[in-house]
């Protein structure tokens, strides 16, 4: 299960202002370089099946006035139409690489920054790969997914709302694999940082991921920095429960070479 939490496409970052630069081109360059490196770690291990899960907030704004849903305004990196198709040709990149060796599933939930554009991806990708065998596309348009492998049942929700109630939700919406499996996960983001602690609601454990953008000038003002950059993959065993977990770091300067001092 490789989990693309709060890619935030479109995001701009100036390293003079936030410490790093981040726009599209750096964006699409770090989702290739983070997926692939979780990719090929799982195909050393001869994985039987992989989930892409698209965790919220995969696209920075939802407007064509550059707003998240809500109407907040953001800096951000050129026009939404350019966003949605660099957006896209990365995820299909990744798609297609895990592809050519696994059978892949995907999933995506919208964010609280992408509510409307998230689902238009969705309708992207279950077009794009309607007839491709190796492919299945989570086609229920809702906040919350389930995905089941053996005695694992492993759900995504973007983190934003309901946090808390997780469990309870997890048992009322997925009964029937709840009484399948013995090992329940939920997998979250928003917080743009690696919880300190797994935590464990009513059995379940409660995953929230890191991401891979650097802080903005909002979040460096409000003194969210520090945490590290990163994606993360799991291995899951058939028999229930995590086998491996992979971190793929951003660890490259995020200044483009030969850039000009500005």
Same mark, same amino acid.
């Given at each position: 299960? /490789?989990?693309?939490?709060?890619?935030? %496409?479109?995001?701009?970052?100036?390293?003079?202002?936030?410490?790093?630069?981040?726009?599209?081109?750096?964006?699409?360059?770090?989702?290739?370089?983070?997926?692939?490196?979780?990719?090929? $770690?799982?195909?050393?291990? &001869?994985?039987?099946? $992989?989930?892409?899960?698209?965790?919220?907030?995969?696209?920075?704004?939802?407007?064509?006035?550059?707003?998240?849903?809500? #109407?907040?305004?953001?800096?951000?990196?050129? $026009?939404?139409?350019?966003? @949605?198709?660099?957006?896209?040709?990365?995820?299909?990149?990744?798609?297609?690489?895990?592809?050519?060796? !696994?059978?892949?599933? !995907?999933?995506? !939930? *919208?964010?609280?920054?992408?509510?409307?554009?998230?689902?238009? /991806?969705?309708?992207?990708? +279950?077009?794009?790969?309607?007839?491709? $065998? &190796?492919?299945?596309?989570?086609?229920?348009?809702?906040?919350?997914?389930?995905?089941?492998?053996?005695?694992?049942?492993?759900?995504?929700?973007?983190?934003?709302?309901?946090?808390? &109630?997780?469990? #309870?939700? %997890?048992?009322?919406?997925?009964?029937?694999?709840?009484?399948?499996?013995?090992?329940?996960?939920?997998?979250?983001?928003?917080?743009?940082?690696?919880?300190?602690?797994?935590?464990?609601?009513?059995?379940? +454990? @409660?995953?929230?991921? *890191?991401?891979?953008?650097?802080?903005?000038?909002?979040?460096?003002?409000?003194?969210?920095? #520090?945490?590290?950059?990163? %994606?993360?993959?799991?291995?899951?065993?058939?028999?229930?429960?995590?086998?491996?977990?992979? %971190?793929?770091?951003?660890?490259? *300067?995020?200044?483009?070479?030969?850039?000009?001092?500005?």
């Amino acid at each position: 299960v /490789i989990v693309m939490s709060d890619l935030h %496409m479109g995001s701009r970052s100036w390293r003079h202002t936030t410490g790093a630069d981040y726009d599209l081109s750096i964006a699409s360059d770090v989702v290739a370089k983070a997926s692939s490196d979780l990719i090929e $770690r799982g195909n050393g291990l &001869r994985v039987a099946r $992989r989930s892409i899960i698209l965790a919220g907030d995969t696209m920075h704004f939802d407007t064509v006035a550059g707003t998240t849903t809500s #109407g907040t305004y953001l800096d951000r990196d050129s $026009r939404l139409q350019k966003t @949605i198709d660099t957006a896209c040709a990365a995820i299909f990149r990744a798609i297609e690489h895990s592809a050519a060796t !696994v059978p892949t599933d !995907v999933l995506i !939930v *919208p964010g609280n920054h992408d509510s409307a554009l998230s689902f238009a /991806i969705q309708k992207i990708l +279950i077009e794009r790969y309607r007839n491709d $065998r &190796r492919v299945s596309v989570n086609g229920e348009f809702t906040s919350r997914k389930y995905l089941n492998y053996g005695q694992n049942l492993i759900a995504v929700t973007h983190g934003d709302k309901a946090k808390k &109630r997780l469990a #309870g939700l %997890m048992a009322l919406e997925a009964s029937a694999l709840w009484a399948k499996c013995h090992h329940r996960e939920w997998h979250v983001g928003h917080l743009h940082h690696q919880a300190a602690e797994i935590s464990t609601i009513d059995g379940v +454990i @409660i995953r929230t991921h *890191p991401t891979i953008v650097p802080p903005d000038a909002w979040h460096v003002e409000g003194g969210f920095v #520090g945490a590290e950059r990163a %994606m993360q993959g799991f291995v899951y065993a058939p028999e229930g429960g995590l086998h491996e977990l992979h %971190m793929s770091y951003v660890r490259t *300067p995020d200044a483009k070479k030969g850039e000009a001092e500005d």
